[in-house]
């Protein structure tokens, strides 16, 4: 039971913080800037076949680096990609489009 409800509180917190950083992403007080590929991996869970993975992406602000997961599998370490990230909490971020 106490593990059901501990489940249950997670998928919760989950949910509800993806749609607050949905909602300040989709504020007006965000930045776009260009982020590198690097080689930290994120496997895509539920792959039917394999271990399907996207790398992250890195970028600084004011001398301190993030990293996000770019969700692009066909992008290697080195590529760029443009991010949105809020401009009050930096570590919020989402890739946008490719820019090679």
Do not use: W
Request: negative net charge; hydrophobic residues 30%.
């Amino acid at each position: 039971m106490l593990i059901g409800a501990l489940a249950l509180g997670y998928a919760t917190y989950k949910l509800f913080y993806r749609a607050y950083c949905n909602h300040l992403l989709a504020s007006d007080k965000t930045k776009t800037v260009n982020a590198v590929i690097i080689h930290d991996k994120n496997y895509i869970p539920n792959s039917p076949v394999g271990n399907h993975f996207s790398y992250s992406y890195y970028y600084e602000v004011n001398g301190v680096g993030y990293k996000g997961n770019s969700h692009h599998p066909e992008l290697q370490p080195g590529d760029s990609v443009l991010i949105r990230y809020v401009i009050d909490h930096p570590s919020v971020s989402e890739p946008l489009t490719q820019t090679e």
